[in-house]
């Protein structure tokens, strides 16, 4: 597993063209070890998908291999101190690995459930060409698991996503009298400012003090003489479950006199604390790290949306690690070796 995990660190899968090529990698790992791997192609990303076992129901196992960017010496995985360090160890070519070892060794077992692998390639850039169309075509499962980092512990919720731009006007003057003119980016930062005193921004739940906002990208203004007289606004939303992403649209609407337009808007994950798959998982896992489970949120969003979007329980589980996304992001191996052997250990159960 290590060393099935270094060599796909060593693809730089930050690309469509680089992810593509790893997901084939895994595709043919998977036949060398006498599994039956299906490649699928949707708007040039490529997807694999691989089932074994048999019964009423069907475990999903979901991982991407799609890494963001990194330095040329982060695809070159260091192993040190019991971890590895390298782009995309952690997220989630950790994760990956272990659910390919354990379809491995899985294969040739009599379970009571079906299994199915799906390796994906560009859940970094939003998951809809990959995961987002298997599920529409159907390889929709009745429980998943997606390998996210998230240190061994049950990810029940993830927030929802909302991206919007809010455009702002004003009257452009000459730089040296302001006060002629109205600046139309100190009128969105003002607008920013009565935003988050909005009544959605003060709700909370279980897992969330609040929802998430951030003011990605604030653009505007032409030269240093001339007061701006349009600002465009992009915000960055992560709502809680719950919330409906239409009414925060609107209360967003009531503060600003330009247009309001949704770029992305996904849904939030909720499943329950009590749903079957969740209550026989949590006594393997608990067994395995010989301790009470950890039950959480996520900020982020993950490729459980597309399944949560059809009611079906999704979870992120997977292996230790941190700084994904930055420059010294790490998994622990001891963990790595752990989450695959709860995984084997879950499906024996049915």
């Given at each position: 597993?290590?060393?099935?995990?270094?060599e796909?660190i060593?693809?730089?899968?930050s690309t469509?063209?680089g992810a593509?090529?790893?997901?084939?990698?895994?595709?043919?790992w998977?036949?060398e070890?006498?599994?039956?791997?299906?490649?699928i192609e949707?708007?040039?990303?490529k997807?694999?998908?691989?089932?074994?076992g048999e019964?009423?129901?069907?475990?999903?196992?979901?991982?991407h291999?799609d890494v963001?960017?990194?330095k040329?010496?982060?695809?070159v995985?260091?192993e040190k101190?019991?971890?590895?360090?390298?782009r995309g160890?952690?997220?989630?070519k950790a994760?990956?690995a272990a659910?390919?070892?354990a379809?491995k060794d899985?294969r040739?077992q009599?379970?009571?459930?079906?299994?199915q692998?799906q390796i994906?390639?560009?859940?970094?850039?939003?998951g809809k060409?990959?995961?987002g169309y298997?599920?529409?075509?159907g390889y929709r499962g009745?429980?998943?698991?997606?390998s996210?980092?998230?240190?061994?512990?049950?990810a029940?919720?993830a927030?929802?996503v909302?991206?919007?731009?809010?455009?702002?006007?004003g009257k452009?003057?000459h730089g040296s009298?302001?006060?002629?003119g109205?600046n139309?980016?100190?009128?969105?930062?003002k607008m920013?400012?009565?935003?988050?005193?909005l009544p959605?921004?003060k709700?909370?739940?279980e897992?969330?003090?609040?929802p998430?906002?951030?003011?990605?990208?604030?653009?505007?203004?032409?030269?240093?003489?001339?007061v701006p007289?349009?600002?465009?606004?992009?915000?960055?939303?992560?709502?809680?479950?719950?919330?409906d992403?239409?009414s925060i649209?609107?209360?967003?609407?009531?503060?600003?006199?330009?247009?309001v337009t949704v770029?992305?808007?996904?849904?939030p994950?909720a499943?329950e604390?009590?749903?079957i798959?969740?209550t026989?998982?949590?006594?393997?896992?608990?067994?395995h790290?010989?301790?009470?489970a950890v039950i959480?949120?996520q900020?982020g969003a993950?490729?459980?949306?597309?399944?949560?979007?059809?009611?079906?329980p999704a979870?992120?589980?997977?292996?230790s690690?941190?700084?994904w996304h930055g420059?010294?992001?790490y998994?622990?191996l001891?963990s790595?070796?752990?989450?695959?052997?709860?995984?084997i250990?879950?499906?024996?159960?049915y």
């Amino acid at each position: 597993m290590k060393e099935l995990l270094k060599e796909l660190i060593l693809i730089d899968s930050s690309t469509m063209e680089g992810a593509n090529q790893a997901v084939e990698f895994c595709k043919q790992w998977l036949i060398e070890h006498e599994l039956q791997p299906d490649l699928i192609e949707n708007n040039g990303y490529k997807m694999l998908v691989c089932e074994i076992g048999e019964g009423d129901n069907t475990i999903v196992f979901n991982g991407h291999v799609d890494v963001v960017s990194g330095k040329k010496d982060q695809f070159v995985p260091v192993e040190k101190d019991g971890k590895i360090y390298a782009r995309g160890a952690a997220d989630m070519k950790a994760g990956v690995a272990a659910m390919m070892v354990a379809m491995k060794d899985l294969r040739n077992q009599k379970l009571g459930v079906k299994i199915q692998l799906q390796i994906v390639s560009d859940e970094e850039i939003g998951g809809k060409n990959c995961t987002g169309y298997l599920v529409e075509i159907g390889y929709r499962g009745d429980f998943v698991i997606s390998s996210e980092p998230t240190q061994l512990g049950i990810a029940l919720q993830a927030k929802g996503v909302l991206r919007l731009e809010v455009e702002v006007t004003g009257k452009s003057a000459h730089g040296s009298r302001p006060w002629e003119g109205e600046n139309a980016i100190v009128k969105a930062y003002k607008m920013y400012e009565k935003l988050l005193e909005l009544p959605f921004t003060k709700e909370s739940s279980e897992f969330y003090q609040s929802p998430s906002i951030n003011l990605a990208i604030i653009a505007g203004g032409e030269v240093f003489n001339k007061v701006p007289d349009r600002c465009l606004m992009s915000l960055d939303i992560r709502y809680l479950p719950g919330q409906d992403p239409d009414s925060i649209v609107q209360q967003i609407e009531s503060i600003s006199d330009g247009k309001v337009t949704v770029g992305l808007k996904g849904i939030p994950v909720a499943t329950e604390r009590d749903n079957i798959f969740i209550t026989q998982l949590k006594p393997v896992l608990e067994k395995h790290i010989g301790g009470e489970a950890v039950i959480f949120g996520q900020h982020g969003a993950a490729d459980t949306q597309y399944f949560a979007a059809h009611g079906i329980p999704a979870i992120e589980f997977g292996p230790s690690g941190a700084n994904w996304h930055g420059d010294d992001e790490y998994v622990v191996l001891e963990s790595l070796e752990k989450y695959k052997e709860i995984l084997i250990d879950y499906v024996k159960t049915y």
